[in-house]
């Protein structure tokens, strides 16, 4: 990319970031908040400058290594008393909420340096809000700079952001925020109103596995970028590393600077190494956009997903113990997939059960699994029926996911006549995102 005279500026705050051991991973420390939009910058080889709050303990820190990591400017804009910053991290796959906890939030303030720094210098801000006062950040820069807003998080309405209005270029949200579960979870509509607002030129909707659109506001297109699915590594920050790398390029276009945002948001999940990230960043940057274009991804917008019914197989009785399947569900919740579970809508049979109760239950399942669209099973314990679910929906050249957590379906039938079979709830989940994106093609 070409060198910049002025860096992109990031703003917002500085945490740590501790991720919990899970599915034999270890524990994970290291710097966030802003500094994954940082990494993303650094990786593409893009000059930034940052404005930040933090702790005191964490000044020095952050300082040498985000210099380490191509800052050209370090701008402290106040400190964060009371609390550590420190973000623990239950689930960094994002197979379901990730579990996060800000430690102490309840006691966490920020205090501005008076005097601050002077940020008038520069002409496009990345802006990641936080506890702190954005309209001070907005008084410090430029009147002529232009700002992308990611409201992520610590947003709880886009009306505390009319201070921008007119100097927006971008807003980025996720699903996964409080914003969007407020206005857009059920229609995209109010949420589109809403942004219209603060008058930005593009607003781009990042829809975790499924993709994201970018709204072009100007003249009403949308454009998918599709996501490209592979093993998660963490999914931390991903979303902010995509909100700067796009701003980043956008003197190429705001088409293009999604596209480039979203390769860098892929190369981030699939490594917590920032040689590595680099390192596959760059040769991915090396394609061009009519290339990516052609390249298969996998696009399932997050409003188009209750179009698919999916036939939870497996043992959902009251009383298996089954932690895995109840996992499983949420996850698929999670996501905004409907799920159709059998032994929940037919009834749980008594035992014994009635010859008359038995025909009716398996007439009743047998006709909602033909209703479905997809199959995820779970056969825990090698539960018969499950496996007669996933036959009689390979027959019907139905998809089948196969979560065996237990790996205890590891035979032919199963692995070969599944789409997916894993002892990997992410690869799973995967496995559904890319059968239903599939599906949604062929009813286009």
């Known amino acids: 990319m070409e060198t910049r005279t002025v860096p992109v500026l990031i703003a917002g705050e500085i945490v740590v970031d501790f991720t919990l051991p899970y599915q034999k991973a270890e524990c994970k420390l290291r710097l966030g908040g802003i500094v994954h939009a940082a990494r993303g910058l650094w990786a593409a080889g893009v000059p930034y400058a940052v404005a930040a709050f933090c702790p005191q303990y964490l000044e020095g820190e952050a300082r040498r290594y985000l210099e380490a990591h191509g800052c050209q400017e370090f701008h402290l804009l106040g400190d964060v008393v009371g609390a550590p910053n420190v973000i623990v991290i239950g689930d960094p796959t994002e197979v379901s909420h990730q579990g996060y906890e800000d430690l102490l939030r309840d006691r966490k303030h920020v205090i501005p340096r ?45 009306a505390s952001l009319q201070q921008f209005r007119d100097c927006i270029e971008a807003v980025m949200l996720s699903t996964s925020s409080h914003i969007f579960a407020t206005l857009g979870a059920g229609s995209l509509d109010p949420l589109l109103a809403e942004v219209a607002t603060l008058s930005p030129e593009v607003f781009l909707l990042k829809e975790n596995r499924g993709g994201s659109r970018l709204f072009d506001l100007r003249n009403g297109s949308v454009e998918e970028i599709p996501a490209t699915l592979g093993k998660t590594a963490n999914s931390v920050g991903v979303g902010d590393v995509y909100s700067a790398v796009m701003v980043a390029y ?65 043992p959902d009785f009251s009383y298996v113990y089954k932690p895995e399947l109840d996992r499983a569900v949420e996850s698929l919740a999670y996501h905004n997939f409907r799920v159709r579970r059998p032994v929940q809508e037919n009834g749980e049979l008594a035992k014994p059960a009635s010859d008359g109760a038995l025909r009716r239950t398996y007439l009743l399942d ?79």
């Open 366 to 444: 047998c006709q909602l699994l033909k209703d479905c669209d997809a199959i995820f099973a779970i056969p825990l314990g090698r539960d018969p029926g499950t496996l007669v679910e996933i036959g009689m929906a390979i027959e019907l050249r139905k998809p089948v996911i196969t979560f065996d957590p237990r790996e205890e379906n590891n035979n032919t039938m199963v692995m070969v006549g599944s789409s997916v079979y894993s002892a990997d709830l992410d690869e799973c989940l995967n496995g559904m995102f890319d059968a239903l994106a599939k599906l949604r093609i062929t009813m286009v």
């Open 114 to 158: 008076d005097p601050g720094p002077d940020l008038q210098g520069y002409a496009r801000v990345m802006v990641f809000p936080g506890r702190y006062d954005i309209d001070d950040l907005r008084r410090r820069c430029s009147p002529n700079a232009r700002f992308s807003i990611d409201a992520a998080y610590d947003v709880d309405s886009l």
């Open 250 to 314: 956008a003197e190429r276009g705001w088409a293009e600077a999604a596209w480039r945002g979203c390769q860098a948001a892929t190369a981030y999940a699939h490594t917590t190494y920032p040689d590595d990230f680099r390192r596959d960043l760059q040769r991915s940057l090396t394609l061009t956009v009519e290339e990516l274009r052609g390249l298969s991804g996998t696009t399932l917008p997050w409003h188009e997903r209750q179009r698919f019914s999916i036939y939870l197989a497996g």
